[in-house]
């Protein structure tokens, strides 16, 4: 059994026949080519596989594609706007919040989310707002600097 | 980690998905926000042939007041029980408690229904839905029924709900701002050790506690020994008895000693704060 699903990724329109059980994450990787977006535990605790559906932070590896039908969402390579990175990419750039890099993408797609919710959180509030999303190389304090920075400087530029 | 194959339907009402339910029997799950169902699925413990998919029926999102108590539809997700102002302001309990669930990403997308018929022994949500004598309403092809919290919860991962109904709303009372959530977690994955919900008036408190035995339970020897008493020697004497009567749960993250132990400890915090506010 296939099922037609169309959606919106990174603003271009997507249109596919697709088996029910694919999860998102591998409807991305796989059949949209977009490999930015990480696989890590699987079961829907380490956070390297989070996007953006309709603006909210999910666990793409515990969402079916065929739930994402009618949706749009934002992966890690939708963040860039010509060429510009991201105040939340540009705070992980001046604060060195990675090391190996493969969370990065999840952390830096729950930042996104975690500041429309919070414009100027707390280092506390950062930490458990990003409590779904493990880094093994515990890069923990640059990556909490990185999304204060991202915070401050999109406040800033807000103000201009 | 695939799920084994099945066909994905996607009723747009609750009658389409009760047939749905009937026509397929024990084939068929329901998803809602699948962050239950899911993991079950891709690890092979559940295998539905068919599932339902009720996520896109706009008239089960909601939270409204109507006469005393507050209705909340059941693929409410956890993200809006945590943010909603009318439950912050006049059931501060669920809202405390959402906020205690998993993490950010699955709280936006679990559901309050989905994790109430799931009834995992560490969920959160029974501890307040015990302690707030909350309403349940099941829709099944005879029609719709309401369950009583106390009874709901059957057994480990079982309900009252029949294979043929979906969990439509949940009703809780409008209550003080004297009620507390204390938890202690598993560090991993959130959930609860011991999680205990404490909605205190002046005649009296009530106590839910989740994460301790197989299923969720009403600490009703707390509830009798305090009474109307409010003094720390009495909250001490009380929430001893949190654990009585039954027969905690025994893993690798905590031993049904530890359990209970958290459970005696939870309860005397828990009770503390809610009476302190």
């Not at chain 1, 707390?122 to 909490?144: D, E, F, K, V």
Request: charged letters at 20%.
């Amino acid at each position: 059994m296939t099922i037609p699903v169309r959606l919106r990724v990174n603003n271009a329109p997507r249109q596919h026949d697709i088996e029910p059980r694919v999860l998102l994450v591998h409807y991305l990787r796989d059949v949209c080519g977009l490999t930015g977006t990480h696989v890590g535990c699987e079961t829907g605790i380490c956070g390297a596989c989070t996007v953006l559906v309709d603006g909210k932070a999910v666990k793409s590896c515990t969402v079916f594609a065929v739930q994402a039908d009618g949706s749009e969402i934002t992966t890690i390579e939708g963040l860039a706007a010509n060429g510009v990175m991201h105040p939340v990419q540009q705070g992980f750039w001046e604060c060195h919040g990675l090391q190996c890099g493969y969370c990065t993408p999840g952390m830096i797609m729950a930042a996104v989310h975690l500041l429309t919710k919070q414009k100027a959180p707390t280092r506390g509030q950062i930490a458990s707002g990003l409590r779904g999303n493990l880094c093994r190389c515990t890069g923990y304090t640059h990556i909490i600097d990185a999304v204060s920075y991202a915070a401050s400087h999109a406040t800033e530029a807000a103000h201009v | 980690m695939y799920p084994a194959n099945f066909d994905y339907v996607r009723p747009s009402s609750v009658d389409e998905a009760v047939a749905l339910l009937q026509k397929h029997g024990d084939d068929a799950k329901v998803l809602a926000g699948g962050h239950s169902l899911i993991p079950a699925m891709k690890l092979r413990l559940a295998q539905p042939h068919v599932v339902i998919d009720i996520g896109r029926i706009a008239t089960l999102s909601y939270i409204r007041e109507a006469g005393g108590t507050i209705a909340i539809g059941a693929t409410t997700t956890h993200s809006e029980v945590e943010t909603s102002k009318l439950l912050r302001e006049k059931c501060p309990l669920l809202s405390e408690t959402a906020s205690h669930i998993g993490d950010l990403q699955v709280r936006n997308k679990g559901t309050i229904g989905g994790s109430l018929v799931h009834a995992d022994p560490a969920s959160d949500y029974p501890a307040p839905i015990l302690a707030l004598e909350a309403e349940i309403d099941l829709v099944g092809p005879r029609g719709k029924r309401t369950v009583r919290a106390d009874q709901f919860f059957v057994d480990l991962l079982q309900t009252a709900i029949a294979a043929d109904e979906i969990l439509t709303e949940v009703r809780v009372p409008v209550t003080s701002p004297s009620v507390a959530y204390i938890k202690t977690e598993q560090k991993a994955s959130g959930f609860a050790l011991a999680g205990v919900a404490v909605v205190a008036s002046p005649s009296g408190v009530r106590v839910g506690v989740t994460g301790v035995a197989p299923k969720a339970y009403r600490a009703t020897a707390v509830e009798q020994t305090i009474g109307n008493q409010r003094t720390a020697h009495a909250i001490e004497l009380a929430a001893a008895h949190a654990a009585d009567g039954v027969e905690p749960l025994g893993d690798i993250h905590a031993s049904a000693q530890f359990r209970a132990h958290l459970a005696r400890v939870n309860t005397r915090r828990a009770l503390e704060r809610a009476l302190s506010r």
